[in-house]
């Protein structure tokens, strides 16, 4: 009797250390192996360098992060993701987006013919981070043209209308200066047609977009800019006055920075200029959320390098480069993000 009790007793007390230590390993295991968890971005179209690489961040991510996949999608560009995300509620959830400070600016403003209507859900973006500045201006073959008030009677392209940074940004402009009607004739081409048409002598100025660190040591030049170098002519970087953006802001409320191009900056540039320019972000609606906000944070200051080997613009993606829109402003930074940037040591 006793050696059945024994038994018995000591089975029981196996079983239930079995069981303990099952559980415990099965909550190890639980914990190890987190979901998998997707969020989709919103870029821009797949031919753009901006969409390259975040389609690189995309498959690389696994390499860099357990759980976190990231999501890149094709769009028909910054306009379209503002626009489609501030009438889809049922993204706010699932999805960041490329955007920019004065698209979304323009946006919740409602600047016409852009967007006819202030579109309210926009005030509820958020910033989770920057993926560069841009210095946008002119350039002409014209010595003549010294400043876009010497565009009256000349003929000028851009971009498209659509983009915000090739085609918007200038209309808006020259629309504020009272400018547009003064021209011959504004042609809104696209960036390569733009270059194409100032070459083949159909416009006296193209619109060109750069794209730039915060401090401007690092700035990078598209390819219809290698078009123009490889003219072997003579070209000029056409002047935007400070006061001339300073005006505009002071009249809308808008937030164009000034960028002034110090001589040598940029191929060929014999003297100093001033332009406009704008910041890229990565934006979400308020209710994404916070965790993911805050690991995507993480992850993209991890991965700047590594995209910098396969795209030029991760050498934009430096923690100080990524953060900096949230530094800027912080109140407008989503909360995740804000907490991600403060454990880097990147917020004071």
Do not use: C
């Not at 989709?40 to 357990?66: F, K, N």
């Not at 959830?93 to 698209?103: E, I, P």
């Not at 579109?119 to 876009?148: C, E, H, Q, Y």
């Amino acid at each position: 009797m006793k050696k059945t009790w024994f038994s018995e007793s000591r089975r029981s007390m196996l079983l239930g250390l079995s069981a303990l230590l099952t559980q415990a390993l099965l909550q190890a295991d639980r914990a190890l192996a987190q979901e998998i968890r997707k969020f989709r971005i919103l870029m821009t179209p797949e031919q753009s360098g901006v969409y390259h690489a975040y389609a690189i961040l995309q498959t690389r991510a696994s390499e860099h992060h357990p759980w976190l996949r990231p999501v890149t999608v094709e769009t028909g560009g910054f306009n379209y993701n503002v626009n489609y995300i501030a009438n889809n509620p049922g993204q706010w959830r699932d999805a960041m987006l490329g955007s920019a400070t004065v698209l979304e600016w323009a946006a919740k403003t409602g600047i016409k013919p852009f967007y006819p209507q202030p579109l309210k859900a926009v005030s509820d973006l958020r910033v989770i981070g920057g993926m560069g500045g841009t210095g946008n201006f002119w350039m002409t073959f014209d010595p003549s043209i010294k400043t876009p008030l010497d565009f009256a009677g000349k003929s000028i392209s851009t971009g498209l209308l659509s983009q915000n940074e090739w085609g918007m940004y200038p209309r808006m402009l020259l629309d504020g200066w009272g400018i547009t009607k003064q021209l011959r004739s504004f042609n809104a081409l696209g960036p390569d047609k733009n270059v194409d048409a100032l070459l083949d002598g159909k416009v006296q100025a193209a619109m060109m977009v750069t794209f730039m660190a915060p401090d401007m040591k690092e700035i990078i030049t598209p390819a219809p800019f290698n078009q123009i170098l490889a003219s072997n002519r003579e070209f000029h970087y056409v002047d935007i006055p400070a006061d001339m953006i300073r005006a505009y802001n002071a009249k809308t409320g808008a937030s164009f920075s000034i960028r002034e191009f110090r001589e040598n900056a940029l191929p060929k540039q014999k003297r100093r200029f001033h332009s406009f320019g704008n910041e890229m972000t990565v934006s979400a609606h308020k209710s994404f959320p916070d965790d993911l906000a805050y690991e995507f944070a993480k992850l993209w200051v991890k991965m700047g390098p590594v995209v910098a080997k396969y795209n030029t613009l991760g050498k934009l993606w430096t923690a100080e480069g990524i953060s900096a829109p949230v530094r800027q402003n912080p109140a407008q930074a989503h909360p995740g993000a804000l907490r991600a940037y403060k454990e880097l040591g990147l917020l004071t």
